[in-house]
């Protein structure tokens, strides 16, 4: 992944309406929502929906796909793969990551 294309990726990301219907897509899967469905489960009002969804299009984060009269969306889990790869890339300075540590909780 070029460097354009993660900053592109990410800034589609960085909004929180459009960062919670990518969730939703993932959750879906390769079944993938339609734009009902994604305003049932989100609660946002689809004329916001169609804008973020143009968003998350251009960036590739998620495909569309026509289904008869219907459109599905997808979450385009090849494109995250390679942002996240993108971002671990160098992780570690090419060593393996160190174990993260935890916060016990409280109580």
Known sequence: MEASDAVKSL??????????????????GPEG????????????????????????????????ERSGRNLIYRAAFGRMSALIGYLTENCCEGEACAASTTVAPRG
């Open 33 to 64: 929502m339609t734009p009902g469905a994604l305003v049932d489960a989100i609660a946002v009002p689809g004329t916001s929906l169609s804008f973020h969804l143009k968003e998350l299009l251009h960036s590739g984060m998620v495909t569309q």
């Open 11 to 28: 800034a589609a990301l960085a909004q929180p309406v459009r960062l919670q219907v990518f969730r939703a897509l993932v959750v879906a």
